[in-house]
């Protein structure tokens, strides 16, 4: 994400911090050409382009329609989500999915997915993604910069009482 006119800059700068790092492998992932991951790219010396295409799984919710999104799947995978949804609410109440709606929310939903996934790795004696503050604060200006303009989206996904995570789109 830059503001247009600021591509080849940021591209240069982020090539510049990379070469003063040590990787054993640097991935970038799902680009196209004359974007700014490309230029970053081309600007590294070391880079080995791998070109692979797939395609994407995904989800036509408008042709799911007013229906639950379980409804929609059939056979064996229906059959497994609908076994596995009626066993986590037995045992933990109904699902509810909550979307933030305002940017304090988001805020909070961020804040409290950083902990969970920093918990998640310093139970494997790893550091999490989060516990570096720069990190954390990219995101935290990232949600600040496009909450209004609905580019990003902060969901929980908890019982009555239990929260079981937080998904983080932009």
């Not at 080995?48 to 329609?65: K, L, M, P, Y």
């Not at 609410?89 to 920093?118: I, P, Q």
Request: net charge positive.
């Amino acid at each position: 994400l830059h503001l247009p006119g600021y591509k080849e800059l940021i591209a240069t700068d982020a090539a510049r911090v990379a070469l003063n790092m040590r990787w054993s492998r640097f991935h970038v992932f799902g680009y196209k050409e004359g974007a700014l991951a490309s230029l970053l790219v081309h600007l590294l010396p070391f880079a080995a382009v791998e070109n692979d295409t797939s395609n994407a799984n995904f989800v036509d919710f408008a042709a799911v329609g007013e229906k639950e999104f379980e409804a929609s799947l059939s056979g064996k995978s229906g059959s497994q989500v609908r076994r596995n949804r009626r066993l986590h609410e037995e045992a933990y109440g109904n699902f509810e999915v909550v979307k933030a709606r305002n940017l304090d929310e988001a805020m909070l939903f961020f804040s409290r997915l950083a902990a969970l996934n920093n918990n998640r790795w310093q139970s494997k004696s790893q550091v999490g993604t989060f516990s570096k503050e720069a990190i954390v604060d990219f995101h935290e200006r990232l949600i600040r910069r496009l909450w209004l303009s609905g580019a990003v989206d902060l969901i929980c996904v908890r019982t009555n009482d239990k929260v079981f995570g937080y998904l983080y789109n932009f």
